[in-house]
């Protein structure tokens, strides 16, 4: 049924959507006259690869820094970017990911090898299912940019304050995962872009729906600052992105 629902809803919205996705690819196309897609590598089911489709929101060949995080003050985003990155347009692609069966509507967001290789025994469980569009994690962490704005090694902040939670509502969803959670899901990603303090409460009552751990939902209101702590699996918090998951 989940797949049903993904094939229905890509081609739906690649039709319906595709007079805004060609205006949106020639703004970024004009900036540069550089290709207005970048098709990022990524891990999908049964950690196999596959490269996820964006709209391009960086210079060309930004990714040859080697820096997977992104910071919203990251040189490296044009204005056009940004704008994208702020709304979550430049996602907007992904339906054919979705279409192909690479990814699905709603499940944990893929990740670049480099981060997949430090996952512990626990978070490759990430990888049980198709990677999706949007999760929870992603309406909790929608501001990933501003948490990253000021470290001076935004990957090492991300495993430091992000993975732990990240992972930890990915790793609820796999257990959690219905139809009727995924219904909820695009639902508050939607409102989240009109009104985040609202879409966060509403990830908060899902969560105590489904008899989340009191923690879980605690931090997904995100009325607490970030600490750094260990992902799930592991006891010691991320130092190194050449460590061995502990």
């Known amino acids: 049924m989940k797949r049903v629902v993904d094939l229905v809803t890509s081609i739906c919205g690649l039709v319906v959507l595709s007079p805004l996705l060609a205006l949106i690819s020639l703004a970024i196309w004009a900036q540069d006259r550089k290709n207005p897609f970048y098709t990022a590598p990524r891990m999908g089911k049964g950690n196999s690869g596959f490269r996820m489709i964006k ?5 060309h060949n930004a990714d040859k820094t080697g820096v997977d995080s992104t910071g919203n003050n990251d040189a490296r985003i044009t204005g056009l970017g940004s704008f994208l990155r702020r709304f ?12 192909r069966g690479e990814m699905s509507l709603v499940g944990p967001r893929p990740n670049v090898e480099r981060e997949v290789r430090l996952y512990s025994s626990e ?3 990430l990888l049980d299912v198709r990677p999706g569009i949007t999760d929870i994690a ?3 962490f929608a501001d990933e940019g501003d948490i990253l704005e000021d470290k001076g090694d935004p990957d ?3 495993n430091q304050l992000i993975r732990p939670g990240k992972s930890s509502l990915g790793l609820f969803y796999v257990r959690n995962q219905s139809i009727f959670v995924d219904m909820k899901i695009l639902a508050l990603t ?6 985040r303090q609202k879409a966060l409460s509403g990830v908060a009552v899902l969560l105590k729906s489904l008899n989340a751990p ?11 600052p970030l600490v750094p702590s260990p992902p799930p699996g592991m006891t010691e918090i991320v130092t190194s992105r050449d460590e061995p998951p502990q």
């Open 55 to 59: 709209f391009r929101s960086m210079v």
């Open 88 to 99: 979550k347009i430049d996602e907007l692609p992904q339906l054919i990911n979705v279409l």
């Open 123 to 125: 978070e490759m469980h």
């Open 138 to 140: 992603s309406i909790v």
């Open 156 to 158: 090492i902040a991300y």
């Open 190 to 195: 939607v409102r989240n872009s009109l009104d």
């Open 214 to 224: 009191i923690d879980l939902v605690t931090m997904s209101t995100r009325e607490q």
